[in-house]
């Protein structure tokens, strides 16, 4: 078992910055990835940034430019942080840190509670 928090939400002004916060603990050696989704009122969970197997960083192109996302791993727990800049009216939503198992090739396994982002004009 994993388990994930994230902090940081809150709200803030167009054009303002958030950093979002993850902490993932327990059996992370068997994850494969963590990564951050989103979903806003009355839609599906939207991947934002994550890494993949190797390392490397994908975006979104919803944030790409916008968002940056830095990891730790420290005795055991892993930290997982979304920067995002200049954010919008569009970017309110419910913010959610998933941490990935190996089946089905690599897949979001273990979600925190999420963090509610609020932007407002």
């Known amino acids: 078992q994993v388990q994930v928090v994230e902090s940081g939400g809150g709200s803030v002004q167009a054009g ?4 979002l916060s993850c902490v993932a603990s327990g059996d992370i050696a068997s994850t494969c990835s963590m990564g951050w989704y989103r979903q806003a009122p009355g839609k599906g969970r939207d991947i934002l940034a994550r890494y993949d197997t190797e390392g490397t960083v994908y975006y979104a192109d919803s944030v790409k430019g916008r ?4 990891r730790d791993n420290v005795n055991n727990t892993l930290f997982l942080g979304l920067q995002m800049n200049n954010l919008k009216s569009d970017d309110t939503a419910m913010y959610y840190c998933a941490a990935f198992r190996p089946w089905a090739g690599c897949q979001p396994r273990y979600w925190g509670q999420g963090t509610q982002v609020t932007v407002s004009l």
């Open 16 to 19: 303002g910055s958030l950093k």
């Open 67 to 70: 968002a940056t996302i830095s």
